[in-house]
């Protein structure tokens, strides 16, 4: 298989039935080939090497399975060491 292209060919329902065989070794040769019904995209047709690399891949967690998924942080501590002294930060002129 070659490198995919930019934008994949798009076909419409009706010629894609009557030239298969063309949008199957389009699919293998140039990449994904895109299948449209009344102007809306409703179907892929992949390389099988293509779609197999796909489903080796795991799935990706939420936002919220990520975060959850980190290190325990309730047992850091976080209080400010009083005996350091503060330093003073000049403000003026930011925006």
Do not use: C
Request: glycine fraction near 4%; avoid cysteine.
């Amino acid at each position: 298989m070659t490198a995919e292209p930019l934008e994949p060919t798009k076909w419409q329902l009706q010629e894609a039935k009557q030239r298969f065989s063309e949008v199957v070794r389009r699919a293998h040769d140039e990449g994904p080939q895109v299948v449209m019904r009344h102007g809306r995209d409703v179907a892929v047709i992949l390389d099988m090497e293509e779609y197999r690399r796909l489903k080796r891949q795991e799935p990706k967690p939420d936002f919220k399975e990520f975060l959850l998924s980190g290190p325990d942080l309730s047992e850091l501590d976080l209080t400010r060491d009083t005996n350091t002294e503060m330093r003073e930060i000049d403000f003026e002129g930011i925006e």
